[in-house]
């Protein structure tokens, strides 16, 4: 009979309550240096994700990557805009889970569940992932 399936507790699975969302250097410096996918297709990707965590009420951590040194600027507008209200933890490591506010902020959402989204996956997302 069909019906609304139940939520479960302790799944391996992710669910809004187990999950959370690090989106790490959405930055204008970076993204115009992306030459293997389109700009517009980035963008509605990465919104895309953004609106799925404010959606479903993830929690979500946003770091960049040298904005208090002058090195880059903050995170980009489309994304800001996608994103719950959310506050940047920039950082100057390459590796973001070697930021101890980084790394605070992941282990404070009490989620065991870390969807990361990273402009260049051999950077930001391979190493957090890999350290984690």
Request: hydrophobic share 40%; glycine share 6%.
């Amino acid at each position: 009979m069909a019906g609304e399936t139940p939520a479960r507790s302790n799944d391996h699975l992710l669910t809004p309550q187990n999950a959370m969302l690090a989106v790490i250097d959405y930055q204008p410096e970076q993204v115009g240096t992306v030459g293997s996918i389109a700009h517009d297709e980035l963008m509605l990707n990465i919104t895309a994700v953004a609106r799925a965590a404010r959606a479903y009420e993830l929690p979500v951590v946003l770091t960049t990557v040298g904005v208090k040194l002058g090195a880059n600027s903050g995170t980009i507008d489309e994304l800001r805009e996608a994103l719950p209200p959310t506050e940047e933890i920039d950082r100057t490591t390459l590796n973001s889970w070697e930021d101890t506010d980084f790394r605070s902020a992941v282990e404070a959402t009490g989620r065991k569940k870390v969807v990361i989204t990273g402009l260049w996956t051999e950077v930001c997302v391979a190493f957090p992932a890999l350290d984690q």
